[in-house]
């Protein structure tokens, strides 16, 4: 493709430290799709004769044919996707394929091409997480009322409802799909026909392929359209985040489903035997999920240290911009559709859940609130008197709402009979119905408002 000035061709190792072609293949249709918005317009312009941009279009199509049947052959001489697809086309088509790259650059054409697809990634990455948000809100329906621990330092704090609990990563699985919304905003301008990187001097009409392309206008500076990758970091920041949501909720899935706390049982098509332990079934696929935001860390990582620090416009090492943005989102999809199915499938054990929490002392917080409104003790001293009654309660192995009315007197005498209504866990999490607390009737109006924002049926 640039033989004209060389006298002599590239090392065994110049071609293998060249060529993209092995991953920037998974681009083909997006170069495709490029390639045939490019020459419409340079047809419409008068830049290529209508019969010439006729032959390049159907040549692309028959391209586009062979690499869907066949897959993208992987021939490092020819470098990537753009050089492979317009060879094959100049074998198909003849002569004409060579005016396909008149008015553009492989520097417009991979940022375009790379753009379309980080695209795409928002948008079904946003569709999964909806999918996941639509599990979690149903599981949340069911135990809006299903009591547990709620924890701080992972040491009982307070009993909050099941349902509360998985409301809460539908909040972050929300917010991930705000900022995948967000990102995909952002890419909303097409570089194509900004060239190598000063844009041409052919009359092209670059509204017209931004348009065919989907975007809603062209970039406005050259030099940057060319050297932006923002828009894959972007998407790779909001992977991130979103890996590390998906990577909390796994491991609360491995702690609950340890023997110990045995809060759920996982269902067996994600789970794994052990080879010498027949009694045991391993979370893997959580733990993986856990794991894998390693993974989509290293990816941001990555993409951050190949930028910084490169000198507009173009430079080659942003050709390595692509192997990470793709692992990163084989390893959202991935994770996103394990944890939807174990969400699904997941058996909760809400008896020992409400054991837990009842064991706790988690309704300590409940009777140093009564003795300040009943009693009208200052908060400080009521947690004084509180603290007292759990010792006392420990000491005798037994749920503070166990602890007789004398004993508690003994501790403080402004103590009644009423506080027993305030010490069950049931009465605790009812009486947290503040906006976006724990009550199940807080719950429910969340659960409501989520159905409706994904579509659910009532
Ligand atoms: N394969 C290249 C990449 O992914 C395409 C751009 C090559 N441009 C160049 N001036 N060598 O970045």
Same mark, same amino acid.
């Given at each position: 493709?640039?033989?004209?000035?060389?006298?002599? #061709?590239?090392?065994?190792?110049?071609?293998?430290?060249?060529?993209?072609?092995?991953?920037?293949?998974? !681009? &083909?249709?997006?170069?495709?799709?490029?390639?045939k918005?490019? =020459?419409?317009?340079?047809?419409?312009?008068?830049?290529?004769?209508?019969?010439?941009?006729?032959?390049?279009?159907?040549?692309?199509?028959?391209?586009?044919?062979?690499?869907?049947?066949?897959?993208?052959?992987?021939? &490092?001489?020819?470098?990537?996707?753009h050089?492979?697809?317009?060879?094959?086309?100049?074998?198909l088509?003849?002569?004409?394929?060579?005016?396909?790259?008149?008015?553009?650059?492989?520097?417009?054409?991979?940022?375009?091409?790379?753009?379309?697809?980080?695209?795409?990634?928002? =948008?079904a990455?946003?569709?999964?997480?909806?999918?996941l948000?639509? %599990?979690?809100?149903?599981?949340?329906?069911?135990?809006?009322?299903?009591?547990?621990?709620?924890?701080?330092?992972?040491?009982?704090a307070?009993?909050?409802?099941?349902?509360?609990?998985?409301? *809460?990563?539908?909040?972050?699985?929300?917010?991930?799909?705000?900022?995948?919304?967000?990102?995909?905003?952002?890419?909303?301008?097409?570089?194509l026909?900004? %060239?190598?990187? *000063?844009?041409t001097?052919?009359?092209?009409?670059?509204?017209?392929?931004?348009?065919?392309?989907?975007?809603?206008?062209?970039?406005?500076?050259? !030099?940057?359209?060319?050297?932006?990758?923002?828009?894959?970091?972007?998407? +790779?920041?909001?992977a991130? @985040?979103?890996?590390?949501?998906?990577?909390?909720?796994?491991?609360?899935?491995?702690? &609950?489903?340890? @023997?110990?706390?045995?809060?759920?049982?996982?269902?067996? $098509?994600?789970?794994? #035997?052990?080879s010498?332990m027949?009694?045991?079934?391993?979370?893997?696929?959580?733990?993986?999920?856990?794991?894998?935001?390693?993974?989509? =860390?290293?990816? +941001?990582?990555?993409?951050?240290?190949?930028?910084? #620090? !490169?000198?507009?416009?173009?430079?080659?090492?942003?050709?390595?911009?692509?192997?990470?943005?793709?692992?990163?989102?084989?390893l959202?999809? +991935?994770?996103?559709?394990?944890? /939807?199915?174990?969400?699904?499938?997941a058996?909760?054990?809400?008896?020992?859940?409400?054991?837990?929490?009842?064991?706790?002392?988690a309704?300590a917080?409940?009777?140093?609130? &009564?003795?300040?409104?009943? $009693?009208?003790?200052?908060?400080?001293?009521?947690?004084?008197?509180? #603290?007292?009654?759990?010792?006392?309660?420990?000491?005798?192995?037994?749920?503070?709402?166990? +602890? /007789?009315? $004398?004993?508690?007197? $003994?501790?403080?005498?402004?103590?009644?009979?009423?506080?027993?209504?305030?010490?069950?866990?049931?009465?605790?999490?009812?009486?947290?119905?503040?906006?976006?607390?724990?009550?199940?009737? @807080?719950?429910?109006?969340?659960? %409501?408002?989520?159905?409706?924002?994904?579509?659910?049926?009532?």
């Open positions: 493709m640039w033989g004209g000035r060389f006298a002599e #061709g590239p090392s065994a190792i110049m071609r293998e430290i060249n060529a993209s072609i092995p991953f920037d293949k998974a !681009l &083909w249709r997006q170069d495709i799709a490029a390639s918005a490019h =020459v419409a317009m340079l047809g419409a312009q008068g830049i290529v004769s209508p019969e010439d941009a006729a032959a390049i279009s159907a040549g692309l199509d028959r391209v586009a044919a062979e690499y869907e049947a066949k897959g993208v052959p992987e021939n &490092w001489d020819l470098e990537d996707i050089m492979t697809t317009e060879s094959r086309l100049a074998e088509i003849g002569p004409a394929a060579g005016r396909l790259h008149t008015a553009r650059s492989r520097n417009d054409q991979v940022a375009t091409d790379f753009k379309l697809w980080v695209r795409e990634a928002c =948008v990455a946003d569709a999964a997480l909806g999918a948000q639509v %599990a979690l809100v149903t599981r949340a329906d069911e135990h809006a009322e299903s009591i547990m621990p709620g924890f701080t330092h992972l040491q009982t307070q009993p909050v409802t099941l349902g509360h609990h998985l409301m *809460a990563y539908h909040e972050m699985f929300g917010r991930d799909r705000s900022r995948f919304a967000d990102a995909h905003t952002r890419m909303a301008q097409c570089p026909g900004s %060239a190598a990187l *000063a844009g001097g052919f009359p092209i009409d670059r509204e017209m392929t931004a348009k065919a392309l989907g975007f809603a206008t062209p970039t406005r500076n050259s !030099l940057d359209a060319v050297s932006d990758r923002d828009f894959a970091l972007d998407y +790779l920041m909001a991130t @985040q979103c890996a590390l949501h998906l990577s909390r909720l796994a491991e609360e899935l491995i702690v &609950w489903a340890s @023997q110990p706390f045995g809060f759920v049982v996982l269902p067996d $098509a994600l789970s794994t #035997g052990s010498i027949p009694q045991k079934k391993n979370p893997d696929a959580a733990e993986l999920v856990r794991g894998h935001c390693g993974r989509v =860390v290293g990816a +941001l990582t990555s993409l951050v240290v190949t930028m910084k #620090g !490169l000198p507009l416009a173009y430079s080659k090492d942003m050709q390595d911009d692509k192997p990470p943005v793709f692992e990163a989102a084989g959202l999809s +991935l994770c996103i559709a394990a944890m /939807t199915g174990m969400v699904e499938g058996t909760f054990r809400t008896e020992r859940m409400r054991q837990a929490a009842e064991l706790g002392y309704t917080t409940d009777l140093a609130d &009564w003795l300040v409104r009943q $009693a009208d003790v200052p908060f400080r001293e009521a947690h004084h008197i509180t #603290g007292a009654a759990v010792k006392l309660a420990e000491s005798r192995g037994v749920a503070l709402d166990q +602890l /007789t009315l $004398a004993e508690l007197q $003994a501790i403080d005498p402004r103590i009644d009979e009423r506080v027993f209504t305030a010490l069950s866990v049931d009465a605790s999490v009812a009486s947290r119905a503040s906006y976006g607390g724990t009550a199940p009737e @807080q719950v429910r109006l969340r659960v %409501a408002e989520a159905k409706q924002a994904l579509g659910m049926e009532e």
